[in-house]
Nanobody, 123 residues
Framework: QVQLAESGGGLVQAGDSLRLSCAASEGTFSNYGMNWFRQAPGKEREFVAA??????YYPPSIRGRFTISRDNAKNTVYLQMNSLKPEDTAVYYCAAYKTGLGFITTPDLMDYWGKGTLVTVSS
């Protein structure tokens, strides 16, 4: 199985930036699409960003503020978060899925999950 480990979360002020990392154990990293999700207390898990075969996808709510990237040689995916807002506070998870016809953004369809890293944005 693929093991994922997130890092880089912390406490920041509104307007600050953070870069999250997700290290994967799978040697053939390029065979998987990689996503970031987030979940705030009492809320459903929310799609944040996806990268698949060189293409990226973001929901309208974060488009222009967050950037997902990957380094296949290092088996690592990143999430650069800029202009952070208090409503961005959540546990951020990376997830992997076996790439197929296109992007998959539904949490239930992910094949592997990391344990998450907490991002707290104060006002």
């Amino acid at each position: 199985q693929v093991q994922l480990a997130e890092s880089g979360g912390g406490l920041v002020q509104a307007g600050d930036s953070l870069r999250l990392s997700c290290a994967a154990s799978e040697g053939t990293f390029s065979n998987y699409g990689m996503n970031w999700f987030r979940q705030a207390p009492g809320k459903e898990r929310e799609f944040v960003a996806a990268i698949r075969r060189g293409s990226t996808y973001y929901p309208p709510s974060i488009r222009g503020r967050f950037t997902i990237s990957r380094d296949n040689a290092k088996n690592t995916v990143y999430l650069q978060m800029n202009s952070l807002k208090p409503e961005d506070t959540a546990v951020y998870y990376c997830a992997a899925y076996k790439t197929g016809l296109g992007f998959i953004t539904t949490p239930d369809l992910m094949d592997y999950w990391g344990k998450g890293t907490l991002v707290t944005v104060s006002s």
